[in-house]
Each structure stands twice: as structure tokens, then as C-alpha cells.
């Protein structure tokens, strides 16, 4: 079963803006992780934030984990047209291997 | 490019044939998951291996898959007497025992007809 929840489900921007996708999730995690997913492609990954962190920052990326609402945040600031693709979370949980992940959120930039 | 490879990318079939999925994961990650991936969906855990034990199964893996890492390196995912409902993609990824961090491959689509 899927673990965390995306919001919004798509998003679409102008060139420039920012894009903010929200992830909230269920139960206590180790750490939670967002990939990207082009079309038809693999996933790669993007950042990873422990449990014990509240803010991370890569590039244009900043992650947030608010563990106490279960929920975390990825912002992609000065978006590209090449950052279209879908966004995922995923969470580990303690004593735990498989990620789990959300249904994810579609992001389309719009040149 | 992750370094994760999967063979092959597509493969079409007809209901009830079995069909075989190849993983080589990055060469010095112990770790080598697989997940299913349906459209519009994230992906779901199937099984994981650490080197060649495979320690978890989601329930998602019915009596028809199997998966082995007979070497501890490279994997294989069967499915018995496909149906249609396992047309998805196959994504296979990799990690070492030190970072959490899972570099995934570019998967292998499905279609079951």
C-alpha cells in the first residue's frame, strides 16, 4: 500500500515561477526522499531529509519535514521548461527497507 | 544514466505465457530492490535482496512472481501465467548498505494482451 499522498496532483507554471508540491504521509519515518520521473522513465533521486531534520537545500531544490503533521515540502525555485516531470515522495520507516511512495505530482512548465 | 540496468525495456505478451525481467544493479551495491508501477501511480515494493538473501516480499508478490539473485549481483523477476492485470512497469534499483539512497533503472514496461 502507498504511503504518502502528493498535493497537488498536477501543477502547471510559466517559466520562472516556483513550484511547490506537498507530500503528507502516515506513519513515523526514518527519513523521506523525493525523486523525479520523466515520462516513461526511471526515477532519479533528488534529496533526502531524515526525521531529525526540518530544512534541506540542493540547487533550486529546498526540502521541508514537519514531523509532527507528517507532512513535507518540495519547492523548485526559477522552474525550467526541462523541469517537467512528476515528482515523487517516498518514506522509509525505521527497521524498514522498501520505500514507500505517493501517487506523485505532475508538474508541467510551460516556456 | 544511474548505472542501473534493465533487460529488456519492453516486452509484450500474450495472457498465460511467462515472461523473465533482468536487473544489473550499480556492481558494488549489496542492496537491489524491485517495484511495480502502474500509470498514474508511484511505485509499489515488491521484494528486496541484500546480497543474495531475499529478506522482504510484499504481499503484492503473489505465488506467480519470483524473484532470485542467485549471485548476490545481477537479478531476475519471473511472472507465471501473466495476466492482464501485471501490465505495469518493472523498475528495478540498487543501493549500497551505507546510504539510503536507491538508484533506480529505467524499467521494463509490460504489456500483457
Known amino acids: 500500500s502507498q504511503q504518502g499522498e502528493e498535493d497537488p496532483q498536477a501543477l502547471s507554471i510559466q517559466e520562472g515561477e516556483n513550484a511547490t508540491m506537498n507530500c503528507s504521509y502516515k506513519?513515523?519515518?526514518?527519513?523521506l526522499q523525493w525523486y523525479r520521473q520523466n515520462s516513461g522513465r526511471g526515477l532519479v533521486h533528488l534529496i533526502l531529509?531524515?526525521?531529525?531534520?526540518r530544512e534541506k537545500h540542493s540547487g533550486r531544490l529546498r526540502v521541508t519535514l514537519d514531523t509532527s503533521k507528517k507532512s513535507s515540502s518540495l519547492l523548485i525555485t526559477a522552474s525550467r521548461a526541462a523541469d517537467t516531470a512528476s515528482y515523487f515522495c517516498?518514506?522509509?520507516?525505521?527497521?524498514?527497507?522498501?520505500?514507500?511512495f505517493g501517487a506523485g505530482t505532475r508538474l508541467t512548465v510551460k516556456p | 544514466d544511474t548505472g542501473v540496468s534493465q533487460n529488456p525495456r519492453h516486452k509484450i505478451t500474450k495472457r498465460g505465457q511467462n515472461v523473465t525481467f533482468r536487473c544489473d544493479p550499480i556492481?558494488?551495491?549489496?542492496?537491489l530492490y524491485w517495484y511495480r508501477q502502474t500509470l498514474g501511480q508511484g511505485p509499489e515494493f515488491l521484494t528486496y535482496?541484500?546480497?543474495?538473501?531475499?529478506?522482504?516480499k510484499s504481499r503484492l508478490l503473489s505465488d506467480r512472481f519470483s524473484a532470485e539473485r542467485p549471485k548476490g549481483s545481477f537479478s531476475t523477476l519471473e511472472i507465471q501465467r501473466t495476466e492482464q492485470g501485471d501490465s505495469a512497469m518493472y523498475l528495478c534499483?540498487?543501493?549500497?548498505?551505507?546510504?539510503?539512497?536507491?538508484?533506480f533503472g529505467p524499467g521494463t514496461r509490460l504489456l500483457v494482451l
Open positions: 531529509i531524515r526525521s531529525n531534520e
Open positions: 506513519t513515523s519515518i526514518n527519513n
Open positions: 517516498a518514506t522509509v520507516m525505521y527497521n524498514n527497507n522498501d520505500m514507500r
Open positions: 534499483a540498487s543501493s549500497s548498505a551505507l546510504q539510503e539512497t536507491q538508484y
Open positions: 535482496f541484500q546480497n543474495e538473501a531475499q529478506l522482504e
Open positions: 556492481s558494488e551495491h549489496n542492496r
